[in-house]
């Protein structure tokens, strides 16, 4: 069984910096890569950022130039920093892993943590 914890979120301010980070635990042999996505309610899950374990990252458009991912596979943890949040960030936010387990690769989410934006 894999599990991931989110930690992070919360109220942030306006204009403020969003920091998450997530931990896989259970069993599996290796993570391909990790991800951060985000759904505001009624709406899809869109993704936010992914980083792969050869250091690879992408991100959404609406993130790109004020986020940065960073994934220490090893430590299987990959952590989200944003920068000037605005309303339109507001969601829960999901922590989301592929991983590798034996010949078995999987996907696997989070539980997700609220991020409110409000002064």
């Known amino acids: 069984q894999v599990h991931l914890v989110e930690s992070g979120g919360g109220l942030v301010q306006p204009g403020g910096i969003l920091n998450l980070s997530c931990v896989a635990s259970?069993?599996?042999?290796?993570?391909?890569?990790m991800s951060w996505y985000r759904q505001v309610s009624g709406k899809q899950r869109e993704l936010v950022a992914s980083i792969t374990r050869f250091g690879s990252a992408n991100y959404a458009d609406s993130a790109r130039g004020r986020t940065a991912i960073y994934g220490d596979f090893a430590k299987k943890m990959v952590n989200l920093q944003m920068n000037s949040l605005e309303p339109e960030d507001a969601a829960v936010y999901y922590c989301n892993a592929d991983l590798w387990s034996g010949p078995n690769r999987g996907t696997y989410w989070g539980q997700g943590t609220q991020v409110t934006v409000s002064s």
């Open positions: 259970g069993s599996f042999d290796s993570i391909n890569f």
